[in-house]
């Protein structure tokens, strides 16, 4: 969705005009920041303090310009580890102060010569906390940024935007995921073998498994069972990932033929959608979703409130308060958003699979949920012991 020319950094400091355009008409003016040219997108705020490269290149933003919250961005540049994946997938990107040099002993570069170089239209110096509650009243939205010597006027621009895709009915997991399939190895001695559905996924959250002793197969999100079956998985893993998961009708047959087998199961962000969907529960599009990383959410299992980091715009329609029957056994909501009763996590009771809607990997923090990656090599633990013990019996 993006048209950009990356120019040189004298042309970039120049900072041509911008004019950042929403659906329903209203506009910002400021400057190009990143690549100079036109961009859309849905247009989504981020409320995170710090990093930013890690939003960048998160996969789940595909198809988004993201404005950041935080007033002044950039300020420790880009370096070359915290990277969640090989590019930046956002459409566009918005901030208000950008940091003319950036100060930090990873620094490589900077925030702007990163976005121009990987060709991201982006604008600064206008009003986020303006625009932020616009996308608060109004919802999230489609948006353009034009800029450049010839901007077209604000009818033109505007009928542009509402051109744009829109991302309710968007099946784009597909786009984003792993081609072909890898092996992240275990971090010293191996204990399981998990098969990861990459939806989407980010680079630490196999990290995150590895470091558990957990040897993961990263798998396409066009697998089949008979390729995830093939490496004889302890577990399996469904990921993050952008779009509508009403779109997602593989991923949803996938994993219905894993719970199905009972194998340990756990999903994150898309993830936790699409076991909402394989339970049998309905989707919907949160009026400006939950993103950033400082979420309010409760571990209903521990009462334990944890703050986290989120990134989406769907959510799942299941009863709070209720155990609802299954095709695969009871199931309930194990998390909850303290701030507006958003279902943030699924559990079922009788056989072990469960999922958050947020990201326990957290990269760039908060790591208050990273026990969720213990709670899954838990479910492994004992359905191994269990299987054992059934093997002993037979013998």
Request: aromatic residues 8%.
């Given at each position: 969705m993006t048209t950009s020319d990356q120019g040189t950094a004298s042309q970039r400091q120049k900072a041509a005009p911008a004019v950042l355009v929403l659906e329903d008409g209203r506009t910002f003016r400021g400057r190009a920041y990143g690549a100079v040219g036109v961009t859309f997108g849905e247009a989504v705020f981020s409320t995170g303090m710090t990093g930013y490269q890690e939003t960048l290149t998160d996969p789940s933003y595909h198809r988004q310009v993201v404005v950041m919250t935080s007033p002044h961005i950039g300020n420790t540049g880009i370096n070359d580890e915290d990277m969640e994946s090989r590019k930046i997938w956002v459409s566009g990107?918005?901030?208000?102060?950008?940091?003319?040099?950036?100060?930090?002993?990873?620094?490589?570069?900077?925030?702007?010569?990163?976005?121009?170089?990987?060709?991201?239209?982006?604008?600064?110096?206008?009003?986020?906390?303006?625009?932020?509650?616009?996308?608060?009243?109004?919802?999230?939205?489609?948006?353009?940024?034009?800029?450049g010597s010839a901007l077209p006027d604000e009818g033109a621009m505007l009928t542009e935007v509402r051109q744009a895709p829109e991302m309710k009915g968007a099946s784009l997991y597909e786009e984003v995921a792993t081609k072909e399939a890898y092996v992240v190895p275990a971090v010293g001695e191996k204990k399981f073998t998990v098969a990861a559905i990459d939806l989407g996924i980010k680079g630490m959250t196999p990290?995150?498994?590895?470091?558990?002793?957990?040897?993961?197969?990263?798998?396409?999100?066009?697998?089949?069972?008979?390729?995830?079956?093939?490496?004889?998985?302890?577990?399996?893993?469904?990921?993050?990932?952008?779009?509508?998961?009403?779109?997602?009708?593989?991923?949803?047959?996938?994993?219905?033929?894993?719970?199905?087998?009972?194998?340990?199961?756990?999903?994150?962000?898309?993830?936790?959608?699409?076991?909402?969907?394989?339970?049998?529960?309905?989707?919907?599009?949160?009026?400006?979703?939950?993103?950033?990383?400082?979420?309010?959410?409760?571990?209903?299992?521990?009462?334990?409130?944890?703050?986290?980091?989120?990134?989406?715009?769907?959510?799942?329609?299941a009863p709070l308060d209720q155990v609802s029957e299954t095709p695969y056994g009871r199931a309930e909501v194990s998390h909850v958003c303290l701030n507006d009763q958003v279902v943030e996590g699924l559990q079922l009771l009788d056989q072990p699979a469960f999922s958050v809607q947020y990201h326990p990997e957290a990269a760039a923090g908060p790591h208050d949920a990273a026990y969720l990656f213990d709670r899954f090599t838990s479910l492994m633990n004992t359905a191994s012991t269990n299987t054992v013990q059934m093997e002993g019996q037979r013998a």
């Open positions: 990107y918005v901030v208000r102060d950008p940091a003319r040099v950036p100060s930090n002993w990873r620094s490589r570069r900077s925030l702007d010569e990163e976005l121009a170089a990987q060709g991201v239209v982006g604008i600064s110096g206008i009003d986020t906390r303006a625009l932020t509650r616009h996308l608060r009243e109004r919802g999230a939205m489609r948006v353009g940024i034009f800029s990290h995150r498994m590895a470091e558990r002793g957990i040897e993961v197969h990263v798998l396409p999100a066009t697998a089949t069972v008979e390729e995830i079956y093939a490496i004889a998985p302890d577990g399996v893993f469904f990921s993050n990932g952008p779009g509508d998961p009403e779109q997602a009708e593989h991923p949803v047959a996938l994993m219905r033929a894993v719970l199905e087998r009972k194998t340990p199961l756990f999903g994150i962000c898309f993830g936790n959608q699409i076991l909402g969907r394989a339970l049998g529960f309905g989707t919907y599009k949160l009026k400006y979703g939950h993103r950033g990383i400082n979420q309010p959410v409760q571990d209903r299992t521990t009462g334990k409130v944890e703050v986290t980091a989120h990134n989406h715009g769907f959510a799942v329609d």
